[in-house]
């Protein structure tokens, strides 16, 4: 048995960031209904990040929205409304990524539902919060990392602002939602009370550079500098980073550098005995470490480091990383099929519980595939 099975779950949401959260706690056990509107759907369903298009709709679509059952209906239709009001009445968690102030005209804000389910626990995601001057900004994940100083830290010196190239505010305010929702039924499994969990991107995201954002309270708000070759962070000192050799790449995280200079035959390294000379001349040392490795292959210097306890790996595609055994023994790709038929793969639940992973083999729904039994079982009976 998942940890959450019998509980309901009705989804408002589209795009991302809050159907990644619907994922994950379906993943865990949950019934997800998706209501969505006719004809259309979820946008998400025509939001390509490539040309790959499976059984007729996004690739995107397909990877975040498995597992969920599908409902049609028209929110602004007050025959369809009153349907998912009724269908709210017997859940546990009603979630939503309307802007503010949306959710409101629609009848579904959480004033209106908890008068309706008293003890639901209501979860939204907006871009920047329910108040201030950028409450009404589209919250999309580009824009929001652009905003949240996330593009300064990414890249070298010089290169302008560089973008995490993933949806990571929408994954991550998923999370976080997932985190609050798990507490207040928990809450709720204590007490009888509902809740109403609300999570930003902005505040996701921000959260994310807690690291950074407490550094910059505390050096006087000096600003971000980050390195001018071989970047990782942009607050690390050498040698973190990621360096070109013969024949690929090699990633380094932390080292005494007088001691990596011993190990790899590079005099030039044993000059910065001193730690703080790793922060404050991390160019130099970056630079003469970089020249040093381009000199042998990936796999020679990996023979050295690795016997040596130095934390280091090959910078493997997806195709390399594929046919490792490391990652074959994962068995992280799952093949999951949809209502027609149609199988694909993707990744499976990262989370193992009791020694067993969190897999199902249900894909993403066809547009109101479960309408009609959902009807019969939640509304009419």
């Known amino acids: 048995m998942k940890p959450l099975e019998d509980i309901l779950i009705i989804d408002l949401s589209q795009f991302l960031s809050a159907p990644s959260a619907t994922l994950r706690l379906a993943d865990l056990g949950a019934r997800v209904i998706k209501v969505e509107r006719p004809e259309t759907g979820d946008i998400c369903r025509q939001l390509y990040v490539s040309n790959v298009i499976l059984n007729g709709e996004s690739s995107v679509f397909r990877a975040i929205n498995r597992n969920k059952e599908s409902f049609q209906a028209d929110l602004k239709n007050e025959i369809d409304k009153q349907r998912v009001l009724k269908l709210v009445e017997k859940a546990d968690v009603l ?37 201030g001057p950028w409450k009404s900004k589209p919250g999309q994940d580009l824009l929001v990392q652009s905003l949240s100083g996330l593009t300064w830290l990414n890249g070298i010196d010089g290169s302008g602002p560089t973008p995490v190239g993933l949806a990571v505010v929408d994954i991550l305010s998923g999370a976080h939602l997932v985190q609050g929702i798990l507490a207040a039924l928990l809450k709720k499994a204590k007490t009888g009370e509902g809740s109403k969990v609300s999570v930003s ?142 199988e694909y793969e993707t990744t499976r639940c990262p989370i193992k519980i009791d020694g067993e992973y969190l897999t199902s083999t249900l894909g993403s729904p066809i547009l109101g595939e479960h309408t009609n039994s959902i009807v019969k079982e939640l509304i009419e009976s």
């Open 201 to 342: 991107m902005l505040e996701s995201i921000l959260d994310f550079q807690f690291e950074s954002i407490t550094t910059f309270y505390h050096d006087g708000g000096a600003p971000t500098v980050r390195p001018k070759s071989n970047s990782a962070h942009a607050y690390l000192g050498a040698p973190y980073g990621v360096y070109k050799t013969q024949n690929g790449y090699l990633a380094l995280a932390m080292g005494a550098i007088p001691f990596l200079g011993e190990l790899l035959g590079c005099n030039e390294l044993t000059n910065y005995p001193e730690p703080a000379s790793w922060f404050t001349e991390r160019d130099a040392i970056k630079k003469a470490l970089a020249d040093h490795l381009a000199t042998d292959t990936t796999e020679k210097w990996l023979s050295i480091l690795e016997p040596a306890d130095i934390w280091c790996a090959n910078i493997m595609d997806w195709d390399t990383l594929f046919a490792q055994d490391g990652f074959k023994v994962l068995d992280m790709i799952q093949k999951v099929t949809m209502g027609d038929g149609f």
């Open 95 to 131: 979630i939503h990524n309307f802007r503010p102030g949306v959710i409101e005209r629609l009848g579904f804000d959480y004033d209106t539902i908890k008068k309706i389910n008293p003890s639901i626990v209501y979860g939204d995601i907006s871009g920047y919060g329910s108040e």
